[in-house]
């Protein structure tokens, strides 16, 4: 990819999905114009050439630094202990200089990392799709999968605390106020046209859990946290408190992960571990984008035959544009209060030896909205 095309590329991270990040915002402008800074995002393997990429090498690299006891004036601008401050006409100039300085770090950090699925507001959409698949089955029991997993936090999904209130008049809806009080809450905005939350009956029993990557994160390496907190907005404090509430958690639970080469190979492996009478659930979100165009073909045929040949279910969130590269029959909905849309899949067999799928909700790429299908 030219450089102008990588400046290009954070224009439009700037325009699109940045509204509530003004100081990412500012910088992807200003990244935008200097072509030097833009072009160390070239250091990428091609499927992770992404903007994001570049700004959680920033931010892991102004972490770095406060931790070594170091304060440039950059991170005065992250909000890493307190206040931050806002963006100004001193930003370019600080920023520059702590390219200048931090440029070989940056190049390899680019080169080497990937961004993470580390997200649990995502939870919040997850935890009534299981229900919806108790009440639809009346079976309980389920094991669960996550492709993708970096740390494994979304494992957790029926440990985290949830709050669904009304998008209308912020009245609460439906809570799990009763789980652990040590667990992070997520509160979850329900849009108008929302399918009310399923009954507290329809409860799902999770009786394994696994999780699959290429490079799945240790919960317990200090610094491999870093770099999943470096990959969160740094202007979303809520986000990093509940993170950092559910790596205290994750540390206590243990929860398996495995490192794999194939994602369809591990997913093929892991069926084979799954008792009788257990419903198989695997679940994706914001990964396929990650896979070049036949590598996605692969995976999705590969998991539309386990679902049909074992009876599994497949629950992919991915932004809209990138499921309807495989399934171009995906509805589109206009009732999306910014561009951070999620479309959330339910694969499941259909008694044939086919499946079917359906749009089960459509989302915020973080958890902050919902519009549950009826």
């Given at each position: 990819?030219?450089?102008?095309?990588?400046?290009?590329?954070?224009?439009?991270?700037?325009?699109?999905?940045?509204?509530?990040?003004?100081?990412?915002?500012?910088?992807?402008?200003?990244?935008?114009?200097?072509?030097?800074?833009?072009?160390?995002?070239?250091?990428?393997?091609?499927t992770q050439r992404w903007a994001r990429l570049w700004f959680a090498a920033l931010h892991d690299c102004v972490l770095a630094d406060v931790e070594a006891g170091e304060r440039p004036p950059l991170a005065a601008y992250f909000p890493v202990a307190g206040d931050a401050r806002p963006p100004d006409a001193a930003l370019a100039?600080?920023?520059?200089?702590?390219?200048?300085?931090?440029?070989?770090?940056?190049?390899?950090?680019?080169?080497?990392?990937?961004?993470?699925?580390?997200?649990?507001?995502?939870?919040?959409?997850?935890?009534?799709?299981?229900?919806?698949?108790?009440?639809?089955?009346?079976?309980?029991?389920?094991?669960?999968?996550?492709?993708?997993?970096?740390?494994?936090?979304?494992?957790?999904?029926?440990?985290w605390r949830y709050r669904y209130v009304d998008d209308a008049s912020g009245s609460t809806l439906a809570t799990t106020a009763d789980r652990d009080p040590a667990a992070p809450e997520i509160t979850?905005?329900?849009?108008?046209?929302?399918?009310?939350?399923?009954?507290?009956?329809?409860?799902?029993?999770?009786?394994?859990?696994?999780?699959?990557?290429?490079?799945?994160?240790?919960?317990?390496?200090?610094?491999?946290?870093?770099?999943?907190?470096?990959?969160?907005?740094?202007?979303?404090?809520?986000?990093?408190?509940?993170?950092?509430?559910?790596?205290?958690?994750?540390?206590?639970?243990?929860?398996?992960?495995?490192?794999?080469?194939?994602?369809?190979?591990?997913?093929?492996?892991?069926?084979?571990?799954?008792?009788?009478?257990?419903?198989?659930?695997?679940?994706?979100?914001?990964?396929?984008?990650?896979?070049?165009?036949?590598?996605?073909?692969?995976?999705?045929?590969?998991?539309?035959?386990?679902?049909?040949?074992?009876?599994?279910?497949?629950?992919?969130?991915?932004?809209?544009?990138?499921?309807?590269?495989?399934?171009?029959?995906?509805?589109?909905?206009?009732?999306?209060?910014?561009?951070?849309?999620?479309?959330?899949?339910?694969?499941?067999?259909?008694?044939?030896?086919?499946?079917?799928?359906?749009?089960?909700?459509?989302?915020?790429?973080?958890?902050?909205?919902?519009?549950?299908?009826?």
């Amino acid at each position: 990819m030219t450089t102008d095309k990588l400046q290009r590329q954070f224009a439009r991270f700037a325009e699109n999905s940045l509204q509530d990040e003004p100081l990412y915002r500012a910088i992807a402008l200003l990244v935008s114009t200097h072509a030097d800074w833009a072009a160390l995002l070239g250091a990428a393997p091609a499927t992770q050439r992404w903007a994001r990429l570049w700004f959680a090498a920033l931010h892991d690299c102004v972490l770095a630094d406060v931790e070594a006891g170091e304060r440039p004036p950059l991170a005065a601008y992250f909000p890493v202990a307190g206040d931050a401050r806002p963006p100004d006409a001193a930003l370019a100039q600080h920023l520059g200089a702590f390219i200048d300085a931090h440029r070989d770090a940056l190049r390899d950090a680019i080169a080497t990392r990937s961004t993470q699925t580390n997200e649990i507001g995502r939870c919040a959409v997850l935890w009534p799709l299981l229900q919806d698949l108790v009440a639809d089955t009346g079976h309980p029991r389920m094991a669960l999968l996550d492709v993708g997993c970096s740390a494994g936090l979304n494992l957790g999904v029926d440990r985290w605390r949830y709050r669904y209130v009304d998008d209308a008049s912020g009245s609460t809806l439906a809570t799990t106020a009763d789980r652990d009080p040590a667990a992070p809450e997520i509160t979850c905005r329900l849009l108008a046209g929302s399918r009310a939350p399923a009954s507290a009956g329809a409860t799902p029993e999770i009786v394994s859990r696994q999780g699959i990557d290429l490079a799945p994160v240790d919960v317990g390496d200090a610094r491999e946290v870093r770099w999943l907190r470096a990959c969160l907005w740094p202007q979303d404090v809520e986000r990093r408190r509940r993170f950092d509430a559910a790596v205290a958690i994750a540390r206590t639970q243990h929860w398996p992960l495995r490192r794999v080469s194939d994602a369809a190979a591990g997913v093929t492996a892991w069926l084979a571990t799954v008792p009788q009478g257990v419903t198989p659930v695997v679940f994706n979100s914001w990964v396929l984008a990650y896979f070049d165009a036949p590598a996605l073909r692969r995976h999705v045929d590969a998991m539309q035959a386990l679902v049909a040949a074992r009876g599994a279910v497949w629950i992919s969130a991915e932004e809209p544009a990138q499921s309807r590269t495989w399934w171009p029959a995906l509805p589109a909905r206009a009732q999306e209060p910014d561009g951070n849309a999620t479309s959330w899949i339910v694969t499941r067999a259909d008694g044939r030896g086919g499946v079917v799928q359906h749009l089960a909700a459509t989302a915020h790429a973080h958890g902050h909205w919902m519009l549950r299908e009826g």
